[in-house]
């Protein structure tokens, strides 16, 4: 390699880690001069605002700020909490929303005061049983994570009404905590099957989803929600339909594209009102189709269009 070549590159190369150490140093210096030196002045903080600085890490200094109660930390780039977080026991707000966070330390039980805690838009897998201890905790945010599920000890926490839990993996939370009065959280799903959830309100059921569940079969249970006008089942196993789908008489809208359909269910002539029928990527049998019958009557229906991967209907009509 060219000597001046390779000599640049060293250059270049320590630079950059100079610029990258001068970077997190004056970070840290910055947050730092937020804090007073005067352990009186300290305890007179009760906010400290430190959302959007890019920051990868605490500095030590905040622990010191024993009467701090909001700490707002929302869109940096923290990867984890420091153990010292504990020491803030009188927190009651605590913002950490669009980090890079995967867990929470078990000192986060040592937040006594704590009653908001915003944890959503992170990659937070698990939270730990300490999260129990939060005994004046009243709501939580816990949206877009990856949570897989919920420590049985939010059980334990007496105040806890408001509950964000949207684009996780679904699980189900404990039921008593789901039965709790005044509970409040942002899709019962975390609670109730999908169809249960939805026979509760059954005369505003109109519109129902189950799609991508990994649903090899179709509850009966559907066939109970006769206002029913769209019912979205894309994306499953499904290989036929339940005979209690004929119950449906409102419905208008059937997407069952994206499952492993063979042949089409005889249900599916019972639909009288049915006006779209959504057939892609199943692998139906184009030769048992020829002498179907169900597809003769399908194809002949008024109004009703049919949506596959090939002309379905051609000589059926």
Known sequence: M????????????????????????????????RIPDDAKERKKVKILDLRGKKLYRLHPAI???????????????????PRWIGKLKSLRRL???????????????KLKNLEYLH??????????????????LKEIVLIKNQLQSMPKEILQMPKLKKVYLGLNYRFKLPAK?????????DDWEYCYDAIDLALKNVENTTELGLQRRKLKTLSP?????????????????????????????????????????????????????????????NPLNKESL???????????????????DFDICSGHR
């Open 119 to 136: 944890l959503g838009w992170n990659d937070i897998r698990a939270l730990p049983p300490e999260i129990g201890q939060l005994k004046k």
């Open 221 to 281: 249970k559907v066939g109970k929600l006769y206002n029913l006008k769209n019912l979205f089942i894309w994306g499953n196993q499904l290989s036929d339909l339940p005979v209690e789908l004929k119950n449906l008489h409102k419905l208008e809208k059937l997407w069952i594209n994206e499952n492993r359909f063979e042949e089409l269910s005889e249900v599916l002539v019972e639909l009288k009102k049915l006006k779209l029928l959504m057939l892609e990527k």
């Open 290 to 308: 020829k002498n179907s019958k169900v597809l003769d009557d399908l194809c002949k229906k008024p109004g009703l269009t049919i949506k596959a």
């Open 177 to 185: 905590f789901c039965s709790k009065p005044g509970v409040d959280i």
């Open 63 to 81: 622990s010191q700020l024993s009467n701090l109660e909001e700490l707002k930390l929302y869109n940096n780039k923290l990867r984890k909490l």
């Open 2 to 33: 060219n000597p001046s070549l390779q000599k640049n590159k060293k250059f270049s190369f320590s630079l950059s880690v100079s610029i990258l150490i001068f970077y997190f140093f004056s970070n840290c210096t910055t947050i730092h001069k």
């Open 95 to 109: 913002d950490l929303a669009s980090n890079e966070l995967t867990s929470l330390p078990k000192e986060i039980g």
